[in-house]
């Protein structure tokens, strides 16, 4: 959880509905226009869709309008409309993020910010610091429900492990040389897909800042993968530690000179130095990244026997199956909950032309 993913991934959700039946023959007060949908009782309004919507979209460069803002606010209301199922879920299993819990996590949070930096980047996503609190509640919440129903009882066995290296063999035949890394980017430009980006460095100046940070904790012997979760802004790894993966010899050859050049250099568990990312045609300053070199293989068969390709192996069983189980475990709980989404059948009334 950081700074900007918590305003898309967990959202505000308040007040109870009660349902009045006028009468028989009148059936049931539909709500206002102010309420996007009803999850087992509970309102979600219209305000809320509309305020991480305007978080969603500041800062780019072209306007959202149109079939594209609808889109976008049909998918911010179901994340608010699962949110709240899981919510209703943790408080009948006791699982409910503690006072403490949130606490802490926010302080993770604004570490590469003072405080009035930091309350700047509240006041630019238009939320207050209850806002982000309460995301935050809801994030760390989630993530317990999660574990508690799905990931903990996702058992990988030696005999999977068998099967999958017996049936992929020629995958672990290496042609040449792989290196597992990870890293810490910090961009210095907005987002191009105008994505919600963890903590956003604003310029060249706020990009380098940040890094220089990030480095310096890492320089004190603080572990990698957490600070690549407060300071990276990479949002399709920084909640995992900041891992690219695994990464061919011939693949990191095109990439710049400067990151390759570092890379080839580093030992297992070694870190770059600050790389300056620049546009190879302006030569203008994109980003920053930290490069982590977590482990190189040679090039030839590996066999099970080797202990990383046995936890290769289990990795990616254990997260396929995790991604599987989480979504079935979503609909699941999403067929139990009762959901009224009067905005979605407002876009259907209106033929898809809502203002």
Same mark, same amino acid.
């Given at each position: 959880?950081?700074?900007?993913?918590?305003?898309?991934?967990?959202?505000?959700?308040?007040?109870?509905?009660?349902?009045?039946?006028?009468?028989?023959?009148?059936?049931?007060?539909?709500?206002?226009?102010?309420?996007?949908?009803?999850?087992?009782?509970?309102?979600?309004?219209?305000?809320?869709?509309?305020k991480y919507f305007e978080n =969603?979209?500041?800062?780019?460069?072209?306007?959202?309008?149109?079939?594209?803002?609808?889109?976008?606010?049909?998918?911010?209301?179901?994340?608010?409309?699962?949110?709240?199922?899981?919510?209703?879920?943790?408080?009948?299993?006791?699982?409910?993020?503690?006072?403490?819990?949130?606490?802490?996590?926010?302080?993770e949070i604004k570490s590469p910010?003072?405080?009035?930096?930091?309350?700047?980047?509240?006041?630019?996503?238009?939320?207050s610091l209850d806002d982000f609190?309460?995301?935050?509640?809801?994030?760390?919440?989630?993530?317990?429900?999660?574990?508690?129903?799905?990931?903990?009882?996702?058992?990988?066995?030696?005999?999977?492990?068998?099967?999958?290296?017996?049936?992929?063999?020629?995958?672990?035949?290496?042609?040449?040389?792989?290196?597992?890394?990870?890293?810490?980017?910090?961009?210095?430009?907005?987002?191009?897909?105008?994505?919600?980006?963890?903590?956003?460095?604003?310029?060249?100046?706020?990009?380098?800042?940040?890094? =220089?940070?990030?480095?310096?904790?890492?320089?004190?012997?603080?572990?990698?993968?957490?600070?690549?979760?407060?300071?990276?802004?990479?949002?399709?790894?920084?909640?995992?530690?900041?891992?690219?993966?695994?990464?061919?010899?011939?693949?990191?050859?095109?990439?710049?000179?400067?990151?390759?050049?570092?890379?080839?250099?580093?030992?297992?568990?070694?870190?770059?130095?600050?790389?300056?990312?620049?546009?190879?045609?302006?030569?203008?300053?994109?980003?920053?990244?930290?490069?982590?070199?977590?482990?190189?293989?040679?090039?030839?068969?590996? !066999?099970?026997?080797?202990?990383?390709?046995?936890?290769?192996?289990?990795?990616?069983?254990?997260?396929?199956?995790? =991604?599987?189980?989480?979504?079935?475990?979503?609909?699941?709980?999403?067929?139990?909950?009762?959901?009224?989404?009067?905005?979605?059948?407002?876009?259907? !009334?209106?033929?898809?032309?809502?203002?």
């Amino acid at each position: 959880m950081n700074l900007n993913s918590g305003f898309r991934k967990t959202l505000v959700l308040c007040a109870s509905l009660a349902i009045v039946a006028l009468s028989v023959s009148c059936g049931m007060k539909h709500p206002g226009d102010d309420v996007a949908a009803i999850v087992d009782g509970q309102k979600i309004y219209r305000a809320d869709v509309e305020k991480y919507f305007e978080n =969603q979209t500041a800062g780019s460069n072209q306007a959202v309008s149109g079939e594209q803002a609808t889109s976008m606010r049909l998918s911010i209301l179901r994340t608010l409309i699962e949110n709240q199922i899981l919510m209703h879920r943790a408080e009948k299993l006791g699982l409910l993020a503690t006072d403490e819990e949130v606490d802490k996590r926010l302080n993770e949070i604004k570490s590469p910010w003072s405080s009035e930096e930091f309350q700047q980047r509240l006041q630019e996503r238009k939320l207050s610091l209850d806002d982000f609190k309460r995301d935050i509640r809801r994030a760390l919440t989630a993530d317990k429900v999660v574990h508690k129903e799905v990931t903990s009882k996702i058992s990988v066995t030696s005999q999977d492990i068998s099967g999958y290296y017996t049936q992929h063999k020629a995958e672990y035949n290496l042609i040449e040389p792989r290196f597992h890394i990870a890293h810490i980017l910090v961009t210095a430009v907005p987002d191009p897909q105008g994505r919600d980006i963890p903590n956003k460095a604003r310029n060249e100046a706020d990009a380098r800042k940040k890094i =220089q940070t990030a480095l310096a904790h890492l320089e004190a012997g603080e572990d990698f993968s957490t600070l690549a979760m407060t300071y990276s802004e990479d949002g399709a790894n920084s909640s995992n530690g900041g891992d690219i993966g695994i990464v061919p010899e011939s693949a990191l050859k095109q990439t710049d000179a400067a990151t390759r050049e570092a890379v080839m250099k580093l030992k297992p568990g070694q870190h770059t130095p600050v790389i300056t990312l620049a546009n190879p045609a302006s030569r203008q300053v994109v980003g920053f990244q930290i490069v982590k070199l977590l482990a190189a293989e040679p090039a030839g068969q590996r !066999d099970l026997s080797d202990p990383r390709v046995e936890q290769e192996i289990r990795t990616n069983l254990q997260d396929r199956r995790e =991604q599987l189980l989480k979504a079935a475990y979503l609909e699941t709980v999403r067929d139990e909950a009762k959901v009224e989404n009067y905005y979605a059948q407002h876009v259907l !009334d209106q033929n898809g032309v809502v203002q």
